[in-house]
């Protein structure tokens, strides 16, 4: 069974930094995908960020983007130039070949102003 | 605008009484999840409809049932709900459920029990 961990359970950051969130997982799947979603205050589940495990090239949305080592089965969010609206819940998400969104337990990142 | 719509946004019910929560889709996707959320924890899947194909998970308890009338709609009803059964409850849409594609999800819905 896939499984998806996040050892962060709380994370800070001061507004114009940047922060890391961490995430790993664990699959014997080759092909499958990966997702950050935030969810904020509202409990609005929002996808942040989402990559494919067969392109290497990590994804990269604006501020947000990541680091996809497949072989270490690694999947972190980097957001850059972070924002007060950043603060949220985030979860990391895998999706395998049973297309079930399969969470890890998220971090909850707080941006200081 | 809202795609997927969940009412109420809130719902107290009493220890053991019936209640049924509502998801109503404008996207017109045939995959409609119920994910459950506990305070401080990641969403659970408990069932999903492709169309009318009905999928349970396994360890999802019998005292949970869903029905989806038509494709716009989805209920999830908790035939006697306890305690532990206090959660935010998201309904979540995909188009063809694969994971090319984005999940829709809700605003939720807070079940207290009392």
């Known amino acids: 069974a896939q499984t998806v961990t996040q050892s962060q359970p709380e994370m800070s950051v001061q507004e114009a930094e940047t922060v890391t969130l961490s995430c790993t997982y664990d699959?014997?799947?080759?092909?499958?995908?990966l997702f950050w979603y935030k969810q904020p205050p509202s409990r609005q589940m929002i996808l942040v960020i989402r990559?494919?495990?067969?392109?290497?090239q990590n994804a990269t949305e604006n501020r947000f983007s990541v680091n996809f080592q497949k072989a270490a089965k690694s999947f972190s969010l980097k957001i850059s130039d972070s924002q007060l609206g950043d603060t949220a819940m985030y979860f990391c998400?895998?999706?395998?070949?049973?297309?079930?969104?399969?969470f890890g337990t998220g971090t909850l990142l707080a941006v200081q102003p | 605008d809202a795609m997927v719509i969940q009412n109420p946004r809130y719902q107290v019910t009493q220890f053991g009484k019936p209640v049924t929560l509502s998801c109503s889709q404008t996207?017109?996707?045939?995959?409609m999840y119920w994910y459950q959320q506990k305070s401080s924890q990641a969403p659970k899947l408990l069932f999903h409809?492709?169309?009318?194909?009905?999928?349970n998970e396994a360890d999802t308890p019998d005292n949970f049932q869903s029905r989806r009338p038509n494709t716009s709609f989805c209920f999830l009803d908790i035939r006697s709900p306890g305690l532990g059964d206090a959660a935010m409850y998201l309904c979540?849409?995909?188009?063809?459920?694969?994971?090319?594609?984005?999940?829709?999800f809700g605003s939720g819905t807070q079940l207290s029990v009392l």
């Open positions: 996207l017109n996707h045939n995959v």
């Open positions: 699959t014997s799947e080759n092909n499958y995908y």
């Open positions: 990559q494919e495990a067969y392109k290497q």
């Open positions: 409809y492709y169309d009318k194909d009905f999928n």
């Open positions: 998400a895998f999706m395998g070949a049973t297309n079930k969104l399969i």
């Open positions: 979540a849409t995909s188009r063809q459920g694969t994971a090319e594609e984005k999940l829709f």
